[in-house]
């Protein structure tokens, strides 16, 4: 039907498994800041897609003036069709809709040579009111060309963070350890041993400082040597320095002092403002995302064997 649905495509350079697991389970990642995109301001919006059948879309905003606690959530839609990493569905509902009311967001993700078609259509408008308050008091042409364009831009940031993550795998790797944590004094976790084996300290448990160890271990398991070395700043000397960082990278931090011998490293995600995003183990003694201040970024380095 006329002005009941529209659609949004891009080529993605990754394949399916990558494509579908950045669009659903780094959705914050690549989802568009700003109230055109979400009913939360930046750094007080993270947008949630939980990977099964039955899962909520939803935003969680925290109180600009408030800790987390304080934080409330607007759902946005249910996840209806499951199926990676070819196709999902979510049945869709926007802010201003009756409780009766939806719509429904249908993804599917082809395999194309070197990448992925992802293929979105948002469709159902035909059954709302033409008086509807989504549709901003514009003729049914004006509405869906502009909807068609809201979803473009969504998809072309999509295409940008699907295509990082394919240029560093690791970054898949390191993410599979969030939640690795040091354990009380009394015991010693298991995975931690793993992550030291491979550096100048094998053998040591986690109570010793672990982050470059982790990032040793994450770029073996991607086939990439690391330094060897459970300083911080070893990294400094490795791969190839870069005059901006990109996802992937590895960025040193000086700890206490710029002129200190101690630091931190970890896998850049993103920049924030003055921050950085960094994803590494020993951040708040686990392997989690973490934010640092940029002034404190001694360097970033890309491993020499990876295509830039």
Same mark, same amino acid.
């Given at each position: 039907m006329s002005g009941d649905r529209v659609s949004a495509s891009v080529f993605v350079e990754a394949p399916p498994a990558i494509?579908?697991? !950045?669009?659903?389970?780094q959705i914050d990642a690549w989802w568009r800041h700003g109230l055109k995109f979400r009913s939360g301001a930046r750094a007080l919006s993270v947008l949630?897609?939980?990977?099964?059948?039955?899962?909520?879309?939803?935003?969680?905003?925290?109180?600009? @003036?408030?800790?987390?606690?304080?934080?409330? $959530?607007?759902?946005?839609?249910?996840?209806?069709?499951? @199926?990676p990493p070819h196709a999902l569905a979510?049945?869709?509902?926007?802010?201003?809709?009756?409780?009766? %009311?939806?719509?429904?967001v249908s993804v599917?993700?082809?395999?194309r040579r070197d990448g992925t078609q992802v293929t979105l259509v948002h469709a159902g408008f035909a059954a709302l009111p033409p008086d509807h308050p989504v549709r901003h008091g514009q003729p049914v042409a004006a509405f869906i060309a502009r909807l068609g364009m809201w979803w473009s831009d969504q998809m072309t940031s999509l295409r940008v963070r699907a295509?990082?993550?394919?240029?560093?795998?690791?970054?898949?790797?390191?993410?599979?350890?969030?939640?690795?944590?040091?354990?009380?004094? @009394?015991?010693?976790?298991?995975?931690?041993?793993?992550?030291h084996a491979g550096t100048n300290i094998?053998?040591? @448990?986690?109570?010793?400082s672990w982050c470059s160890s982790f990032?040793?271990?994450?770029?073996?398991?991607?086939?990439?040597?690391?330094?060897?070395?459970?300083?911080?700043?070893?990294?400094?000397?490795?791969?190839?320095?870069?005059a901006e960082p990109r996802p992937g990278c590895v960025? $040193?931090?000086?700890? %206490?002092?710029?002129?200190?011998?101690?630091?931190? !490293?970890?896998?850049?995600?993103?920049?924030?403002?003055?921050?950085?995003?960094?994803?590494?183990g020993n951040q708040l003694e686990s392997v989690r995302e973490h934010r640092y201040p940029r002034a404190q970024v001694l360097g970033y380095r890309w491993p020499a064997a990876a295509p830039a």
């Open positions: 494509a579908f697991e !950045v669009f659903t389970e949630h897609l939980e990977p099964r059948l039955g899962g909520r879309l939803f935003e969680t905003i925290a109180a600009a @003036d408030a800790g987390p606690d304080a934080a409330h $959530v607007v759902q946005t839609g249910t996840v209806t069709h499951w @199926d979510i049945e869709w509902r926007g802010i201003n809709f009756a409780p009766h %009311e939806t719509t429904t599917a993700f082809a395999p295509a990082d993550e394919a240029r560093a795998p690791w970054l898949r790797v390191a993410r599979a350890e969030i939640g690795v944590r040091s354990l009380p004094a @009394d015991a010693s976790h298991p995975r931690i041993f793993e992550y094998a053998g040591y @448990d986690d109570k010793v990032v040793h271990w994450t770029l073996a398991q991607a086939g990439i040597a690391g330094t060897g070395s459970a300083l911080a700043r070893s990294w400094l000397e490795w791969g190839a320095p870069l960025a $040193v931090l000086w700890r %206490e002092a710029p002129q200190s011998w101690k630091g931190h !490293v970890g896998f850049f995600v993103r920049a924030d403002g003055d921050d950085v995003v960094l994803l590494g």
